[in-house]
């Protein structure tokens, strides 16, 4: 946010990426010549604000080193320094644009207001096609990474602590995952009452496919610290039957009107313990679906030898 506050300074230049796309740095002229002007100022002036850790400094540079940072790698192309440029803008209106949901929804005026908050022209949310879907995408892909974030964390300090105790605890899989939802659900209550419209918004045909693989990463990131490391017809089985909770749990909690929400916190237990006890039975459950697999891979391939298809193969 330390870089989208740059965005409102009276003159500036594209932003540029100086370093890593990791560290996203944003650059501003705030003296000296402009390129393509033709007018000076006493001193060029560059700020660069890096988004990597939220810290922002300003650095004073004499006209003769053109405003470059010793050491900075230069951007490949003009291209990519444009995409880089619109990348990070967008990004700045769209954080923006959250602080202006609870009046507008998830829509074209929240974004439009987000950019003018920016500095920029309302006419800004013409960069984002689907409206307000996109903002709903931004949102839920924050809360992931966020969510994602701190199960690394909380599972690296249960490893140290396991390491100083000089012994392995075998992590209990469905608490995790209980308190992984449920931190992850409470990250839409302060949307709470705008949510329904973002989710029939991520219904719609132009947002489906994001939404989609936004949900199956938020469930494989849960899996995956969770300690799951399967590669077998489980991995699909296990996603997807938690994505069945996790939706559910959704609706759940946009009807609660429980004391913090305790009638979904309470559903999802319910629903993973439903969960657990289909996975005592696992073996049974991949002995038929074994069965069921060969079953179709032979009707497939006695149809392609119908239709003469193997024959061409050979």
Known sequence: MAACRSLRAASRLPFRSLFSPKQTVYIRHTGGQLPGTGCEASLPRVRWCSTANGSQQTFDQTANNHGKFQGAPEPTSEGERQEESEASVKRCILESALDFVPAFGWSTEALAEGARAQGLAGVAHGMFPRGGGELVHHFVRECNAQLAEKLAREVQEETQEEEKEGGRKRRRTIPFIRDALEARLRMIIPFIDQWPQAM???????????????????????????????SDFNWYTKRISLAAVYKTAELCLIQDESTDYQDTWMFINRRLEEFGQMYKMRSDIEQAVTGVASLMT????????MAGLNNRIR
Do not use: C
Not at 203 to 222: C, G, R, V, W, Y
């Open 298 to 305: 032979a009707a497939f391939t006695v149809g392609r030898n």
């Open 200 to 230: 029939a918004m991520s219904a719609l045909p132009a947002n489906t496919k994001e939404h989609f693989s936004n949900l199956m990463q938020l469930l494989d990131d849960i899996w995956y610290h969770a300690g799951d490391r399967s």
